[in-house]
Nanobody, 116 residues
């Protein structure tokens, strides 16, 4: 089993920045993909950004140029640097680890609230 723990969420004014962290522990495979997703109440969870085991990245159009995903493999941690935050970025943000055999693990989520 893999456990994921997110941190770094909070309340920030529009235009501000936050950095989310997600630390993985447990039976971590040697190769895995990491990603950040977000979900508003009553809506489907959507991709924000993800990074493959090889370092390739993908971003949602709505966050391109504002958010940056990175990972520290030595620490089994993935980060999401969020800048120029907008009220519409307000959501619960979830970290996901995907194995190369398509097994998925999710964190418990961290709330990000952007005030106007």
């Amino acid at each position: 089993q893999v456990q994921l723990v997110e941190s770094g969420g909070g309340l920030v004014q529009a235009g501000g920045s936050l950095r989310l962290s997600c630390a993985a522990s447990g039976s971590i495979p040697r190769l895995y993909h990491m990603g950040w997703y977000r979900q508003a109440l009553g809506k489907e969870r959507e991709l924000v950004a993800r990074m493959s085991s090889g370092g390739n990245t993908q971003y949602a159009d709505s966050v391109k140029g504002r958010f940056t995903i990175s990972r520290d493999n030595a620490k089994n941690t993935v980060y999401l640097q969020m800048s120029s935050l907008k009220p519409e970025d307000t959501d619960v943000y979830y970290c996901r680890l995907a194995t190369l055999t398509s097994r998925y693990y999710w964190g418990q989520g961290t709330q990000v609230t952007v005030s106007s």
